[in-house]
């Protein structure tokens, strides 16, 4: 107790600064290191639908836009899976791209028709025209990518656009035209 005591008294403030310093990082090492990720905090997947096993008795197929409006890329095609009715405000669909550039950053995206009811639903503008981009994906090696997802939208009728956009240019790579569907 004596050699703890000459210790303490030969410290000046700057070193039990330090010492508390030093003790912190131990402290907050091993609680981010040794505590199970099962408490750690983990925000949820963002519109991701993990359970792959509903029915979507639909397809649609995605085309390459034209180049007097878009930014098409050869050989490059996808489709959409989905149901016409839905009954719990939510739009489970299945999303699969293929030939687009690899590694590179895509933005799936609902945009109204202007004449149509269900494009005053769609909170973001761009013109006369609602829109929803709902996911921004990357691509594979190969330049594919195939993703569920879950949509929370307000019950209507609609008839929509289906966009995929590349963020840097914002223009459209893939499309259609008749993505119609209801939500009860």
Request: hydrophobic share 40%; with cysteine.
């Amino acid at each position: 107790m004596e050699n703890f005591r000459i210790i303490y008294n030969n410290l000046n403030y700057s070193h039990i600064n330090m010492l508390l310093l030093i003790f912190l990082f131990i402290i907050s090492f091993a609680l981010t290191t040794f505590i199970p990720n099962s408490f750690a905090f983990k925000p949820p997947p963002i519109n991701h639908k993990t359970d792959h096993s509903e029915n979507l008795t639909e397809k649609i197929e995605l085309i390459p836009a034209p180049k007097s409006w878009g930014l098409p890329i050869k050989d490059s095609s996808g489709y959409i899976s989905y149901k016409k009715v839905y009954n719990d405000k939510k739009m489970n669909i299945k999303v699969k791209i293929l030939g687009l550039l690899p590694l590179h950053s895509y933005v799936f995206s609902i945009n109204g028709k202007h004449w149509h009811k269900s494009n005053n639903i769609l909170s973001q503008r761009y013109g006369n025209e609602g829109y929803f981009d709902f996911a921004q994906v990357m691509t594979d090696n190969e330049g594919n990518c195939e993703k569920y997802f879950s949509l929370n939208l307000p019950a209507d009728n609609y008839n929509v656009k289906f966009l995929v956009k590349d963020p840097k240019s914002w223009k459209v790579v893939l499309y259609n035209d008749f993505f119609i569907f209801t939500i009860k």
